[in-house]
C-alpha cells in the first residue's frame, strides 16, 4: 500500500461525505465500504471511514467499536514508528485521529456512555488547539447537557462561539465565563 493510495481514499472519501444527502442509506454504506476495501483490513483510515459512515446514519453502536479498533491501529503504528524509526502506514492520517476521538465520543455519548466520552474529550483537549478545537467543544457542551451541567456547557459553547462572531467578541467570552462564577 502506497501514501499515495491512502490519500487518494481519503480524498474520495471526503467527496462521498459532502454529497451523503445525494444517497440513501445502503447507497452510501456501500459506497464507504468499498473505498475502505481499497486499503488493507488493519488500515485505521478505512475502519475510520467505515465507523463515520454508520455514525452518520445513526448508528453510534456500530460505530463506536470501528472508532476503538482504528484508533487502537493508529496508537501502534505510532508507537512502532518511535520504535523502528518507520511505522507500518497503518495508522490515522492527518486530522483522522482527532476527528476519530470527537466523532466516537459524540457516539459513546449517543448510547449511554457520557462520563467516558466526556473523559475521553477533556483528554483530547489537553493536547492543544487546533481547526478542530470547537468541534471538540461543542461535543464536551453535549456531554455536560446531558450529565445536567447545562450552564458550564453555555459557557464552553459562548467561548468557541465568540471567536467567530463579526462585533461582541471580548463581551461574550466574559458572558462565558461568568456564567461558571459562582452566584451568576
Known amino acids: 500500500m502506497t501514501a499515495d493510495l491512502k490519500t487518494d481514499v481519503n480524498r474520495r472519501a ?4 459532502a454529497a451523503i444527502d445525494d444517497y ?3 447507497a452510501f454504506l456501500a459506497a464507504i465500504d468499498a473505498l475502505a476495501d481499497e486499503l488493507p483490513g ?3 483510515d478505512a475502519l475510520f471511514h467505515r465507523a463515520s459512515a454508520r455514525d452518520s446514519w445513526g448508528h453510534s453502536d456500530l460505530a463506536v467499536p470501528l472508532y476503538r479498533e482504528a484508533l487502537a491501529i493508529d496508537a501502534a503504528s505510532r508507537t512502532d514508528s518511535v520504535t523502528s524509526g518507520g511505522g507500518s502506514g497503518t495508522g490515522l492520517t492527518g486530522e483522522n485521529r482527532r476527528r476519530a476521538v470527537i466523532q466516537m465520543s459524540s457516539s459513546l455519548r449517543n448510547i449511554g456512555n457520557v462520563e467516558l466520552a466526556l473523559d475521553t474529550l477533556q483528554k483530547e483537549r489537553e493536547l492543544g488547539e487546533d481547526h478542530l478545537s470547537d468541534a471538540l467543544d461543542c461535543t464536551i457542551a453535549l456531554c455536560l447537557a446531558t450529565l445536567g451541567r447545562d450552564r458550564e456547557g453555555l459557557s ?3 467561548v468557541a462561539l465568540a471567536k467567530h462572531l463579526p462585533r461582541y467578541n471580548r463581551s461574550m467570552t466574559n458572558y462565558g465565563r461568568a456564567l461558571l462564577e459562582p452566584g451568576e
Open 24 to 26: 440513501d442509506e445502503p
Open 156 to 158: 464552553l459553547v459562548l
Open 14 to 17: 471526503a467527496a462521498l461525505f
Open 42 to 44: 488493519t488500515d485505521a
